[in-house]
């Protein structure tokens, strides 16, 4: 009876907080899709060498990729097990932990930094990079038919790199909310990790983690750069998440749970 009117009590402000993250996520994903129309000269530098590099890497795919297959080795492919899940479900996993954390610190940078986190791996990795997936439709180098194989809307979901992609997204949101060093070299270097498991394991070529590795970062940054400035919410409930991802798929699934509600009903 007693958690049966907890469930009751709560599930107004479970709703209200569901539709706040709907609301805050449309609103960042609005911005970021604006954000072009106001770069200046020297974003409009930057993108162009982040594109520029991406071309130059996109020229070479073909023989960096046969490159890194000569030279994998037990110990390479023993590192790519590791570190690979950071750059899927485990990204989402520590996220969750750093939200939940706020529950036993009530320390609220820890909740900014993984709704931060969580809220970016969604629109980068979640939408953004498997909508451009679908689109470009570019051939994984496992298949054997080479660099150059594109076939939009095939299914073929080489470019690009999904788990790049988060990784970068979670690593920049973690950096972006740290002080000193220590926690952008931790995070950067596991991203990056992430990204040279995906050419060990022979399923992206370089062009497609560095597009991945750009996007995230980019949606990571965004993100935290307008929270900052206030242009979202900071009051609203945290949310913890957990993303379900198919194989193959980008279809996700988001539970949020009001934390500053349940503190509320607990002190009663």
Request: net charge positive; charged share 15%.
């Amino acid at each position: 009876m007693i958690v049966a009117a907890v469930v009751l009590t709560a599930a107004p402000a479970f709703v209200r907080a569901i539709g706040s993250e709907v609301k805050r996520y449309g609103t960042d994903a609005a911005a970021m899709a604006r954000a072009p129309l106001t770069w200046d000269d020297a974003m409009w530098k930057r993108v162009g060498l982040v594109l520029a590099a991406d071309g130059v890497a996109f020229a070479a795919d073909g023989d960096v990729a046969d490159a890194v297959q000569r030279n994998r080795t037990h110990v390479s492919g023993e590192f790519s097990s590791v570190v690979t899940p950071f750059g899927a479900r485990r990204a989402l996993d520590i996220s969750a932990a750093t939200l939940l954390a706020e529950l036993l610190a009530h320390n609220t940078g820890m909740r900014d930094t993984g709704r931060d986190a969580v809220e970016a791996s969604i629109l980068a990795a979640g939408i953004i990079t498997p909508a451009l997936k679908r689109a470009v439709g570019r051939s994984r180098p496992i298949a054997g038919q080479g660099a150059y194989a594109f076939d939009p809307f095939s299914g073929n979901a080489s470019f690009p790199s999904g788990h790049a992609t988060n990784a970068f997204a979670v690593a920049s949101v973690f950096a972006a909310h740290s002080k000193g060093w220590v926690v952008p070299t931790i995070a950067y270097t596991l991203a990056t990790g992430v990204a040279a498991s995906r050419m060990n394991d022979h399923v992206h070529y370089t062009s497609d983690v560095i597009a991945g590795a750009a996007i995230g970062t980019a949606v990571g940054r965004s993100i935290v750069a307008r929270h900052r400035r206030g242009a979202a919410p900071r009051d609203a409930a945290s949310a913890v998440t957990w993303m379900i991802v198919p194989a193959g798929g980008g279809a996700m699934v988001e539970i949020s749970i009001p934390f500053e509600r349940i503190h509320a009903l607990a002190r009663r």
